[in-house]
């Protein structure tokens, strides 16, 4: 059973619709219990990263979040889903994420561009298990005027361009996360979903 948590931000039904389309038992819960029994974790987020911290924290979840990622099982972060992943972010420099990864979360860059960055980009990526079956630079859709600027560069498994090089995704051992939506992405999407539910 896959756990999409539900702590009142993120595109829930959507997520969950795609997540089953491709073969995964998916069910949205804030349970703690759901939580230790799930075999994987998705972490959606839209909006601001101090308020998806706000509704985190109000569901009591984190402690179990935390513990369960150290103890190996898999989790996939959604766009400020990854971000809460990292100690902090510039859009709400007083509140702390997760800190499952050190460094930040800055402000996109974007020179003459708009903010956000809203639409199709070209993902360039590496040896990923995330994208797996995949060739070329694929297009997902992105929503985002923040990005994960890690220092950490191995985390980093796929990029994208928008004023500057953005972080398009990361993959450490058992964590991964997408900034762009999957849910949103057409069929290379789904594949995204399809790789982390039979990972």
């Keep these: ?88 972010s510039e859009e709400s420099p007083n509140v702390d994420g997760l800190k499952i990864f050190d460094g930040f979360v800055r402000k996109i860059n ?22 797996a079956g995949m060739s070329g630079a694929p297009y997902f859709y992105f929503v985002h005027s923040y990005h994960a600027a890690s220092d950490e560069k191995k985390i980093i498994a796929a990029t994208t361009t928008y004023g500057e090089q953005v972080t398009a995704a990361i993959e450490f051992e058992n964590i991964f996360a997408t900034q762009f939506h999957p849910e949103k992405s057409g069929d290379v999407g789904l594949q995204v979903l399809k790789n982390f539910v039979e990972l």
Aim: some cysteine.
């Design 1 to 88: 059973m896959i756990i999409l948590i539900d702590y009142g931000v993120g595109n829930l039904y959507s997520v969950a619709k795609a997540v089953s389309f491709v073969g995964g038992d998916v069910k949205i819960s804030n349970s703690i219990d759901d939580l230790k029994r799930a075999e994987k974790i998705i972490l959606p987020g839209v909006g601001a990263f101090g308020d998806c911290m706000k509704n985190l924290e109000a569901t009591g979840l984190i402690p179990t979040i935390k513990r369960e990622v150290s103890n190996g099982k898999k989790i996939l972060g959604i766009c400020v889903g990854l971000q809460i992943l990292f100690a902090g």
């Design 110 to 131: 974007v020179g003459d561009l708009k903010i956000p960055h809203m639409g199709w980009n070209a993902v360039k990526f590496g040896n990923s298990k995330l994208f």
